[in-house]
Nanobody, 124 residues
Protein backbone atom coordinates (compact mmCIF):
# COMPACT_ATOMS: atom_id res chain seq x y z
CA UNK A 1 0.00 0.00 0.00
CA UNK A 2 1.03 3.57 -0.70
CA UNK A 3 -0.60 6.51 1.02
CA UNK A 4 -0.58 9.86 -0.78
CA UNK A 5 -1.40 13.24 0.74
CA UNK A 6 -1.58 16.37 -1.40
CA UNK A 7 -1.09 19.91 -0.12
CA UNK A 8 -0.47 23.40 -1.45
CA UNK A 9 -3.78 24.09 -3.12
CA UNK A 10 -5.68 27.30 -2.63
CA UNK A 11 -6.81 30.47 -4.32
CA UNK A 12 -4.66 32.24 -6.91
CA UNK A 13 -5.20 35.07 -9.34
CA UNK A 14 -4.89 34.73 -13.10
CA UNK A 15 -1.20 34.78 -13.93
CA UNK A 16 -0.20 33.69 -10.46
CA UNK A 17 1.58 30.60 -9.21
CA UNK A 18 1.01 27.73 -6.82
CA UNK A 19 3.17 24.76 -5.88
CA UNK A 20 1.47 21.50 -5.05
CA UNK A 21 3.17 18.80 -3.01
CA UNK A 22 2.29 15.14 -2.62
CA UNK A 23 3.83 13.25 0.29
CA UNK A 24 3.99 9.48 0.03
CA UNK A 25 4.30 6.82 2.69
CA UNK A 26 4.22 3.05 2.67
CA UNK A 27 6.08 1.13 -0.03
CA UNK A 28 9.33 2.56 -1.42
CA UNK A 29 8.40 5.79 -3.16
CA UNK A 30 11.32 5.60 -5.56
CA UNK A 31 9.92 2.46 -7.20
CA UNK A 32 6.79 4.26 -8.46
CA UNK A 33 6.14 6.48 -11.41
CA UNK A 34 4.07 9.45 -10.27
CA UNK A 35 1.35 11.47 -11.93
CA UNK A 36 -0.82 14.49 -11.38
CA UNK A 37 -4.43 14.60 -12.57
CA UNK A 38 -7.19 17.13 -12.14
CA UNK A 39 -10.97 17.15 -12.12
CA UNK A 40 -13.10 20.22 -12.68
CA UNK A 41 -16.78 20.31 -11.68
CA UNK A 42 -18.91 18.31 -14.10
CA UNK A 43 -15.89 16.99 -15.99
CA UNK A 44 -13.92 13.77 -16.02
CA UNK A 45 -10.60 13.47 -14.25
CA UNK A 46 -7.86 14.35 -16.73
CA UNK A 47 -4.13 13.85 -17.00
CA UNK A 48 -1.86 16.76 -16.15
CA UNK A 49 1.70 15.42 -15.90
CA UNK A 50 3.78 12.40 -14.99
CA UNK A 51 7.36 11.74 -13.92
CA UNK A 52 9.14 8.41 -14.00
CA UNK A 53 10.62 6.80 -10.89
CA UNK A 54 14.10 8.24 -11.49
CA UNK A 55 12.89 11.60 -12.66
CA UNK A 56 14.45 10.88 -16.02
CA UNK A 57 11.32 11.38 -18.06
CA UNK A 58 8.41 13.75 -17.76
CA UNK A 59 5.35 14.42 -19.87
CA UNK A 60 2.60 17.04 -19.82
CA UNK A 61 -0.89 17.53 -21.13
CA UNK A 62 -1.03 20.12 -23.90
CA UNK A 63 -3.03 22.71 -21.88
CA UNK A 64 -0.30 22.94 -19.23
CA UNK A 65 2.87 22.60 -21.31
CA UNK A 66 5.27 25.43 -20.70
CA UNK A 67 3.41 26.53 -17.56
CA UNK A 68 3.55 23.54 -15.19
CA UNK A 69 6.59 21.57 -14.04
CA UNK A 70 6.55 18.21 -12.29
CA UNK A 71 9.49 17.12 -10.14
CA UNK A 72 10.24 14.69 -7.35
CA UNK A 73 12.52 14.26 -4.37
CA UNK A 74 12.95 10.56 -3.67
CA UNK A 75 14.86 11.24 -0.46
CA UNK A 76 11.84 13.14 0.86
CA UNK A 77 9.20 10.81 -0.70
CA UNK A 78 7.55 13.80 -2.32
CA UNK A 79 6.41 14.81 -5.79
CA UNK A 80 5.75 18.41 -6.73
CA UNK A 81 3.75 20.31 -9.31
CA UNK A 82 4.87 23.89 -9.89
CA UNK A 83 2.07 25.78 -11.60
CA UNK A 84 2.84 29.16 -13.18
CA UNK A 85 0.83 31.54 -15.34
CA UNK A 86 -2.36 30.12 -13.91
CA UNK A 87 -5.62 30.51 -15.79
CA UNK A 88 -9.24 30.24 -14.61
CA UNK A 89 -9.56 27.01 -16.60
CA UNK A 90 -6.93 25.46 -14.31
CA UNK A 91 -9.50 25.52 -11.52
CA UNK A 92 -10.00 21.93 -10.37
CA UNK A 93 -9.28 19.42 -7.66
CA UNK A 94 -5.74 18.15 -8.24
CA UNK A 95 -4.83 14.55 -7.43
CA UNK A 96 -1.50 12.83 -7.28
CA UNK A 97 -1.23 9.16 -8.09
CA UNK A 98 1.35 6.36 -8.01
CA UNK A 99 1.86 3.79 -10.72
CA UNK A 100 3.82 0.54 -10.94
CA UNK A 101 3.16 0.48 -14.68
CA UNK A 102 5.75 1.46 -17.27
CA UNK A 103 3.28 2.25 -20.03
CA UNK A 104 0.23 4.46 -20.61
CA UNK A 105 1.21 6.78 -17.77
CA UNK A 106 -1.04 9.51 -19.19
CA UNK A 107 -4.11 7.40 -18.43
CA UNK A 108 -5.95 6.97 -15.14
CA UNK A 109 -5.99 3.21 -15.56
CA UNK A 110 -2.19 3.01 -15.14
CA UNK A 111 -2.31 4.23 -11.54
CA UNK A 112 -2.66 2.03 -8.48
CA UNK A 113 -2.92 4.57 -5.67
CA UNK A 114 -4.55 8.00 -5.42
CA UNK A 115 -4.53 10.84 -2.96
CA UNK A 116 -7.62 12.64 -1.70
CA UNK A 117 -7.00 15.74 -3.79
CA UNK A 118 -6.38 19.41 -3.16
CA UNK A 119 -8.54 22.25 -4.48
CA UNK A 120 -7.02 24.85 -6.79
CA UNK A 121 -9.12 27.88 -7.65
CA UNK A 122 -7.94 30.56 -10.07
CA UNK A 123 -9.85 33.81 -10.10
CA UNK A 124 -10.15 35.98 -13.21
Amino acid sequence: QVQLVESGGGLAQTGGSLRLSCAASGRPFSSYNMGWFRQAPGKEREFVAFITWSGGRTAYADPVKGRFTISRDNAENTVFLQMNSLKPEDTAVYYCAASSSITKLATREAYDYWGQGTQVTVSS
